[in-house]
T-cell receptor, first 112, second 115 residues
Framework: EAQVTQNPRYLITVTGKKLTVTCSQNMNHEYMSWYRQDPGLGLRQIYYSMNVEVTDKGDVPEGYKVSRKEKRNFPLILESPSPNQTSLYFC???????????FGSGTRLTVV | GENVEQHPSTLSVQEGDSAVIKCTYSDSASNYFPWYKQELGKRPQLIIDIRSNVGEKKDQRIAVTLNKTAKHFSLHITETQPEDSAVYFCAASKGGTDSWGKFQFGAGTQVVVTP
């Protein structure tokens, strides 16, 4: 089944404790992206990647890091999480010849 | 950069009526406009999209129209049903190798269909 898999689905952590949210897709898609969703603000792009080792900032990259060492994986790293990073996070992928993103199931992160 | 505004933020309709959501974009270079539906607690899913060389596209009860001159595009849902209740997001992208994955989303419209 073609899918984007994110883990974990839910995460509660403390301020300053480094964490990684994993994302993997099995569709051989070139493009991958991370979004955060907050009430009233819609989906805001954090980072996106055009292919292996090629990444670029989205609209809200501060406090986040990404890496794309393999085509299928695109982890989101929070080196020192803060409470304002409490949000619902979605990973998504898109192929060169496909239109629109396929989203993962989401990760609800709470930073206390 | 691109800015996408979406209206209204909430929309209540009676079952069987039509619903229209409108988005405006700022970058005239944007050429791809998808619409996503997000049901409560679920992921956004692509429901319809339109490219800038097309003025209108229809898929059963949903349609999207694009006015490049005015830089706005709209989602039309006819004969609404309770299962159409969800949050709908519009988005815009400029395409091209470097921009293909870069989308700007609207803030979303909560649609409630009452029986």
């Amino acid at each position: 089944e073609a899918q984007v898999t994110q883990n974990p689905r839910y995460l509660i952590t403390v301020t300053g404790k480094k964490l990684t949210v994993t994302c993997s897709q099995n569709m051989n898609h070139e493009y991958m992206s991370w979004y955060r969703q907050d009430p009233g603000l819609g989906l805001r792009q954090i980072y996106y990647s055009m292919n292996v080792e090629v990444t670029d900032k989205g609209d809200v990259p501060e406090g986040y890091k990404v890496s794309r060492k393999e085509k299928r994986n695109f982890p989101l790293i929070l080196e020192s999480p803060s409470p304002n990073q409490t949000s619902l996070y979605f990973c998504a992928s898109q192929g060169t010849h496909s239109y629109g993103y396929t989203f993962g199931s989401g990760t609800r992160l709470t930073v206390v | 950069g691109e800015n996408v505004e979406q209206h209204p933020s909430t929309l209540s309709v009676q079952e069987g009526d039509s619903a229209v959501i409108k988005c405006t974009y700022s970058d005239s270079a944007s050429n791809y406009f998808p619409w996503y539906k997000q049901e409560l607690g679920k992921r956004p899913q692509l429901i319809i999209d339109i490219r800038s060389n097309v003025g209108e596209k229809k898929d059963q009860r949903i349609a999207v129209t694009l006015n490049k001159t005015a830089k706005h595009f709209s989602l039309h849902i006819t004969e609404t049903q309770p299962e159409d209740s969800a949050v709908y997001f519009c988005a815009a992208s400029k395409g091209g190798t470097d921009s293909w994955g870069k989308f700007q989303f609207g803030a979303g419209t909560q649609v409630v269909v009452t029986p």
